[in-house]
């Protein structure tokens, strides 16, 4: 199994940018497909992007297309999510999740394995 914990989150004003942050350990990172969450309160676990094992191929939620973007670092066994032009609507406690994988990108909180903790992120209007 590989155990997640995720860090950076904090207070930003509507419109700035923030790098939330998962390390890994247990088994490599290199041998999950990686995805982050969020969940606001009084809603369900909302799928925020995906990257597959080498980081060459990801996929993003509407909602966030062309504002996050997720990464990778195999070697450092470290996944990014670099958040920007923030809106108070992504206010919310990230996740970062592991998943056993195929070639096949998956955007389904119920196909993941494994959890993190949460970062919490707030937006400030």
């Known amino acids: 199994q590989v155990q997640l914990s995720e860090s950076g989150g904090g207070l930003v004003q509507a419109g700035g940018s923030l790098r939330i942050s998962c390390a890994a350990s247990?088994?490599?990172?290199?041998?999950?497909?990686m995805g982050w969450f969020r969940q606001a309160p009084g809603k369900g676990r909302e799928f925020v992007a995906t990257?597959?094992?080498?980081?060459?191929?990801?996929y993003n939620a509407d909602s966030v297309e062309g504002r996050f973007t997720i990464s990778r670092d195999n070697a450092k066994n470290m996944v990014y999510l670099q958040m920007s032009r923030l809106k108070p609507e992504d206010t919310a406690v990230y996740y970062c999740?592991?998943?056993?994988?195929?070639?096949?990108?998956?955007?389904?909180?119920?196909?993941?394995?494994?959890w993190g903790q949460g970062t919490q992120v707030t937006v400030s209007s």
């Open positions: 999740a592991a998943r056993l994988t195929s070639r096949t990108l998956v955007a389904v909180s119920s196909e993941y394995d494994y």
């Open positions: 247990g088994r490599t990172a290199s041998n999950y497909a």
């Open positions: 990257i597959n094992r080498s980081g060459r191929s990801t």
